[in-house]
């Protein structure tokens, strides 16, 4: 069972930025960001693969930037430019490789985070 912790939120002006983090028990093969706002199902934000091959949900492309450091088993998911539209609980989750190699914003993960609420205000 891996286990991931998320930190980072908080609460901070659109156009502003925001670094989240995540702490993983133990290295996984894919890790990424989904978020769910209130009243709305849940959404792949951004996910890498260990090789750092990276996905992006359309929305946030070229506004946040995913990585990982693989040594220390961390994720992390910079934020720049936010916007309200933003606003929702980020968690972090990760897939092995034993699960498949779709490492997608529309993969199926298989440990998830608690999550880390993130408010973005106009």
């Known amino acids: 069972q891996v286990q991931l912790v998320e930190s980072g939120g908080g609460s901070v002006q659109a156009g502003g930025s925001l670094r989240l983090s995540c702490a993983a028990s133990?290295?996984?093969?894919?890790m990424g960001w989904f978020r769910q706002a209130p009243g709305k199902e849940r959404e792949g934000v951004a996910v890498i693969s260990s090789n750092g091959l990276t996905h992006y949900a359309d929305s946030v492309k070229g506004r946040f930037t995913i990585s990982r450091d693989n040594a220390k088993s961390t994720l992390f998911l910079q934020m720049n430019s936010p916007k309200p539209e933003d606003s929702a609980m980020y968690y972090c989750?990760?897939?092995?490789?034993?699960?498949?190699?779709?490492?997608?914003?529309?993969?199926?993960?298989?440990?998830w985070g608690k999550g880390t609420l993130v408010t973005i205000s106009s």
């Open positions: 133990e290295y996984t093969y894919c």
């Open positions: 989750a990760a897939k092995r490789a034993s699960s498949g190699l779709w490492c997608r914003t529309d993969a199926g993960m298989d440990y």
